[in-house]
């Protein structure tokens, strides 16, 4: 049984107004041409999309969830990477 | 619903402090109402209970197409053709968004499918009754999908991130199916008098199981405590069955039709409508498999599997034949 099931691929779908490709779900097939045009089917009847990108899910490579504290941890403490950080004087305009 | 009476494995809601400091941070997340993803750790039960329930769902939108693909054939115009096709090809591409939602727990969709063959997965018990006339295709995307959508909305915010994010999906294409049913029964009520007994024929088979698409009581759903404090499970059984007498009632009255129940009648100190008991011997019986139509559901599924087989192994034998011309071009 399986022997005949088809690969995993994640689906991403660049919307008209121009943002960056967004994952929008998985879906099988046996390859990139067929997944294309199944994610065509599965995910665009409605206008989604201009451009669809698949990749084999097995090609992922994923940061786990135990990774989380040192990988964004580090950020929390860099406030003035943020504008908030820097009062401005009400007096000065436009910045 | 779509998933109905899915079993938790709990026997009661354990209080918090009975828990291990695993599973009290886990239930500490989702009371804070922050997402679980397929990666995070999580209860057995928890993901076996999902895995249930999405793909139960998953079933149900699948096996739904056939009811409504009975009657493709037969639609009255091109035009009425061309939307049942449209709203039948949205159930298929349910079925997909919540297989990959379930695949995410680690089952494969060979797995899902094979359960569902050998009758160890359920689907909605809806699906079992027989689409006899047009009207049939009104009612059904005015009731069924209608309370599609009053159970689907609530589990737009469901602890599980993949499920939450399929119903969200699946919601924004759900009230063109439900509009398309309105308007099939908005044009049989206005049409000559056989015509609008055949969509009072229709809604006097549909109701009832619409009814029960929500469940049994809430007084005799222990599963349902457990699915609620993980939140797989947002609005009770009864909630949902209220709000949907309540919505469509007023419904059935513009149409100039009449529910099947003569117990139906608007109760002032409640706010609400109260209705006649429900059959649930009846819902039992088709969910145990003996409804007028589980046996040609389940071997239209089984037959359309095993006929598309050589397809799908010639497809994968040419992607692999493909690939390996690719890759002695390459060295
Ligand atoms: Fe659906
Ligand atoms: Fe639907």
Known sequence: MNRTEWPLWEIFIRSQHGLAHKHVGSLHAPDPEMAVKNARDVYTRRNEGVSIWVIRSADITASSPGEKEPLFEPANSKVYRHPTFFPMPDEVKHI | ?331
């Not at chain 2, 329930?53 to 061309?82: D, F």
């Not at chain 2, 060979?110 to 049939?136: C, M, Q, R, V």
Request: with cysteine; net charge negative; hydrophobic share 40%.
């Open chain 2, 1 to 331: 619903m779509y998933a109905q009476m899915v079993d938790t494995g709990a026997k009661r809601v354990r209080s918090l402090d009975e828990l291990s400091p695993e599973e009290r941070a886990f239930q500490e997340r989702i009371d804070a109402d922050i997402k679980i993803e397929p990666k995070d750790w999580m209860p057995e039960a928890y993901r076996k209970t999902l895995i249930r329930q999405i793909s139960q769902h998953a079933h149900s939108e699948i096996v739904g197409m056939l009811p409504e693909g009975n009657w493709i054939t037969r639609a009255p115009t091109l035009k009425r053709k061309a939307i049942l096709m449209a709203k039948v090809q949205d159930e298929a591409g349910h079925g997909l968004y919540l297989y990959c939602a379930a695949e995410t727990l680690g089952v494969s969709r060979d797995e899902l499918i094979a359960d569902l063959h050998s009758g160890k997965a359920k689907y909605s018990s809806i699906f079992n009754y027989p689409t006899l006339t047009w009207a049939d295709i009104g009612a059904i995307g005015w009731l069924v999908d209608g309370a599609a959508i009053m159970n689907q909305i609530p589990l737009c915010r469901c602890s599980f991130g993949p499920y939450s994010r399929a119903m969200i999906r699946v919601c924004k294409e759900e009230s063109f199916h439900q509009r398309q049913g309105f308007d099939i029964m908005i044009r049989l009520c206005q049409g000559t008098p056989e015509q609008k007994a055949m969509a009072q024929d229709a809604l006097n088979r549909w109701w009832w199981p619409s009814l029960m698409m929500f469940g049994p009581p809430d007084a005799d759903s222990v599963h349902s405590a457990q699915s609620a404090q993980w939140k797989i499970k947002i609005l009770s059984n009864d909630e949902l069955r209220q709000r949907f007498v309540d919505q469509t009632v007023p419904q059935a009255d513009f149409l100039g039709i009449t529910m099947p129940d003569p117990l139906l009648e608007w109760n002032d100190e409640r706010g609400h409508y109260d209705f006649g008991p429900i059959d649930w011997q009846e819902l039992f019986n088709v969910v145990k498999g003996n409804g007028p139509c589980n046996r040609e559901r389940l071997s239209a599924r089984v037959k359309a599997w095993e006929d598309g087989a050589w397809v799908r192994e010639a497809a994968l034998a040419y992607a692999e034949k493909q690939a390996a011309k690719a890759a002695k071009q390459a060295a």
